[in-house]
């Protein structure tokens, strides 16, 4: 265990966990929108950033990276931290203006208004990259990825057309915190809609009640992974007890 | 000509060596030579035919075997290409054509006799120079690191072990224990030339105390900056010294492995590199057993695809591991966990070239050249709007009117000096009041700018410092990986707003607006690229705000650079 002082708290805490898990276990609120306990922190939208101290030195480090070690002072909501923060905001409002878990944080930040070129397209996504690493890491199906570079950056699939690798489980839609992808079941059919390509995908019919239940492709991939009997999924869960 | 890397037997052991340094010395360099500058820059001013007519020549007037033709790196001196040298007198000449192969041969080699037209004139005095050293642009240098460009062909080995190249390998490896080399290393006060400047001595200590049984030792020549050539030339003219430095530096740390990083846009540097390395391994100097030593050392290339950010350690790791080159926050530091996640020791190409020179000369030498906080010499590509456009070398404390008055020879066609942009795009611009700065890596980073890998660009009265920031914006936007968003979102905000103060649509509040995002965007961002980034804006704002209040008050561009209305 080590002891760290968060915002005058003293918190005795589990060696290897990052900042932002401790706070969260104490009810110390910092927000955070590429953060998620299924996939590995990853310090990109810059909304956890806290403001630390060792010895003399301060700096600001992202808190879902950052582990915590014995007499770390942190701090939380620091005018720094709360610059960045609001700034990160802005800039993330002028890109996808509507989002309402952005004008959440904004209102929470005291962000009342946006000093930037509002972008046209008025994208959902911003590019947290919470899909493709529950693709790559949790799901292990690796069908979508970052594309492009820098402000030309897009998360789709490989060349934007339907991915051989993806198995339509909906984890990327599931996982994303804007609704920027979304699925929707008609008749035999999943679609999978994201920022830049919409994906079709048959459903399994259920041999008893004639349900379409889940996807044919992420039935198959479970079959592979877990070595099941082909006709494991015949039935759908309903009619199977 | 020299024989081409062929060893006939590896070199196993210190006495093979001091009799093949003996043979190779009394062999060639006793002999007359003509040097032609092979580097990017004489090529582009047709050294490529001069070379050709210097072969036919000395075939055609039968002095095949008296005199060796040495295509060499970059000395410098870019601004007088095609550079040709001719030893054993040290005479310079410049701006050679192809036709002047026959003369210099006939005239200056066989005769001694000097070619008027090719001297290089004093520019003040009209008096002509004739060795490489009285050159104006030479005087005030300190080439310990440059010099060797002008004396070897880097396609030979035997020319490196002729200066006593490898001789510091020697030293380390039989007469110094690991542990005394980082101590040597961290005395001599080195710091780390691609930007960061941190002390070379203790981040090889941290990786050899790093836990791991295997540990990469890394080359970064991924020199991205526009304008900067210092660590390509390095490369490209005198490779062995930084494979030298490697293999100290490996054994220092404890490394068997190292990886040379270049960006595939140095089509030359990469040539040499994997030649220098093909011939270090033939004879000896790496591989297993090196020079009888017990050491194993062996490195590879990997080659950039042409990310700026690749510069970058994490990125550059990432990349040479096949994935894409994005950075990763550092809170775990590379020497602990880099390539691999193994232990990593990653220099920039300068900062190896100078291991050698303190193995050799020791600390205390070294850290007598230069300032307080910074040790040795710099490199800096000199550009711009400067008479002499080109590689400077020069002891750290030198300032800055130094290098772009009495090297650079002032600025070019009689123009008024503006600022000078120093580090690379996400460097700073500095006036003229900062013209006595010595260059330091504190002094550099207290005023806003920073000594960075060394690009040095000019600038005069004719340039707009609104339309410098945006330039070097635009660069910085189109390099982000787009990682994190004050990098990715907050330099496209930037660039916007730079856009419409250059195109009259300035609004009151822009400078304010600009500094406070300058401000966030340092603070939040993931990597160097971001963290830095901002200065180019930051800076001309500090020192130029009246032609940013111009453009948006006035709706003037003072230099008649942007179209405003």
């Not at chain 2, 030893?87 to 054509?97: C, G, M, S, T």
């Not at chain 2, 090196?290 to 990997?302: E, K, P």
């Not at chain 2, 003229?432 to 010595?438: A, E, F, G, I, Q």
Request: hydrophobic residues 35%; contains cysteine; proline residues 4%.
């Amino acid at each position: 265990m080590v002891a760290l002082t968060i915002d005058g708290r003293e918190i005795q805490a589990e060696e290897g966990k990052t900042i932002l898990e401790v706070a969260g276990e104490n009810n110390i609120y910092i927000p955070a929108l590429c953060s998620h306990e299924a996939v590995t922190p990853y310090g990109a939208c810059r909304l956890c950033l806290v403001e630390i101290t060792r010895g003399k030195k301060k700096r600001l480090v992202a808190s879902c990276l950052y582990t915590v070690e014995d007499g770390l002072i942190v701090k939380t909501d620091s005018e720094r931290v709360t610059n960045v923060r609001r700034m990160v905001v802005e800039f993330l409002l002028a890109r996808c203006p509507d989002l309402e878990v952005l004008q959440k944080l904004a209102a929470e930040l005291g962000v009342d208004k946006v000093r930037f070129k509002l972008e046209e397209d008025n994208h959902k996504c911003i590019l947290c990259a919470l899909c493709t690493r529950a693709c790559e890491e949790v799901v292990e199906a690796s069908a979508i990825s970052l594309v492009n570079r820098g402000v030309d950056r897009q998360m789709a699939t490989p060349f934007y057309a339907l991915s051989e690798a993806c198995i339509a489980c909906g984890s990327c839609a599931y996982i994303c915190p804007t609704k920027a992808i979304s699925i929707e079941d008609i008749g035999d059919t999943r679609i999978i809609t994201m920022p830049h390509n919409t994906m079709e995908f048959k459903l399994k019919k259920c041999q008893n009640c004639g349900r379409y239940w889940a996807p044919q492709k992420q039935l198959d991939f479970i079959i592979k992974k877990a070595d099941l009997p082909a006709d494991a999924f015949d039935l759908c869960p309903d009619c199977r007890d | 000509m020299a024989k081409k890397g062929k060893a006939l037997t590896r070199v196993g052991s210190l006495d093979e060596l001091e009799r093949l340094r003996e043979s190779v010395v009394k062999r060639d360099h006793n002999k007359p030579s003509i040097a032609v500058c092979g580097g990017p820059g004489c090529l582009a001013l047709g050294a490529g035919s001069v070379i050709t007519a210097f072969k036919k020549e000395i075939e055609k007037q039968g002095l095949d075997t008296n005199v060796v033709l040495r295509i060499i790196g970059c000395p410098g001196f870019c601004e007088g290409g095609p550079l040709v040298l001719i030893e054993p007198q040290n005479i310079l000449y410049h701006r050679v054509k192809a036709e002047d192969a026959a003369r210099i041969v006939s005239q200056t080699v066989k005769q001694g006799s000097l070619i008027d037209r090719l001297l290089y004139h004093h520019p003040k005095t009209d008096r002509k120079v004739i060795h490489e050293g009285d050159i104006p642009f030479y005087k005030k240098q300190r080439r310990l690191l440059l010099a060797s460009n002008s004396r070897l062909d880097p396609n030979d080995i035997e020319d490196y072990l002729a200066l006593d190249g490898y001789s510091a390998l020697v030293k380390a490896l039989f007469s110094m224990s690991p542990e005394g080399i980082v101590e040597e290393i961290k005395r001599s006060g080195l710091r780390g030339r691609s930007g960061g400047g941190f002390p070379t001595g203790i981040k090889w200590q941290s990786c050899r105390r790093a836990h791991g049984d295997t540990k990469y030792v890394i080359c970064n020549c991924d020199e991205g900056d526009p304008g900067a050539f210092m660590d390509g030339s390095l490369m490209e003219g005198n490779p062995h010294s930084i494979l030298e430095g490697m293999i100290i530096g490996a054994y220092a740390i404890g490394s068997h492995q190292g990886y040379i990083y270049i960006r595939n846009e140095y089509p030359l540097a990469v040539k040499n590199a994997a030649i220098a390395i093909k011939q270090a391994e033939d004879y000896g100097f790496l591989g297993k057993n090196i020079l009888g030593s017990g050491f194993d050392f062996t490195v590879s290339i990997n080659r950039g695809g042409g990310a700026f950010v690749c510069g970058e350690s994490t990125a550059l790791m990432a990349s040479l591991e096949g994935k894409v080159g994005e950075p990763r926050a550092k809170y775990v530091h590379t020497v602990e966990k880099g390539l691999w996640n193994q232990p990593t020791n990653l220099n920039n190409v300068e900062t190896w070239a100078n291991v050698p020179l303190i193995v050799n000369n020791g600390a205390d030498w070294y850290s007598k050249i230069g300032t307080e906080s910074s040790k040795g010499t710099k490199i800096f590509s000199l550009v711009g709007k400067v008479v002499n456009a080109g590689l400077v070398e020069v002891p750290m404390g030198t300032t800055l009117r130094e290098i772009i008055y009495d090297i650079g020879g002032g600025v070019s066609d009689g123009k008024k000096f503006k600022a000078v942009h120093t580090g690379g795009p996400a460097g700073g611009c500095l006036p003229p009041s900062l013209l006595d700065l010595p260059v330091d890596f504190d002094e550099f980073t207290k005023v806003g700018s920073a000594m960075g890998s060394g690009g040095m660009i000019v600038l005069d009265e004719e340039n707009c410092m609104v339309d410098i920031a945006k330039h070097f914006i635009n660069f910085l936007k189109s390099e982000s990986c787009g990682k994190c968003v004050p990098c990715r979102e907050g330099l496209k905000q930037m660039s916007q707003i730079l856009t419409d103060i250059t195109e009259g649509r300035g609004e009151d509040g822009d400078i304010e607006l600009l500094e406070e995002m300058g401000a966030a965007i340092k603070d939040g961002s993931l990597c160097g690229l971001g963290t830095t980034a901002p200065n180019p804006v930051l800076s001309t704002i500090r020192y130029f705000r009246d032609e940013y209040q111009a453009h948006i008050k006035d709706k003037k561009c003072p230099a008649g650079v942007c179209r405003i209305g």
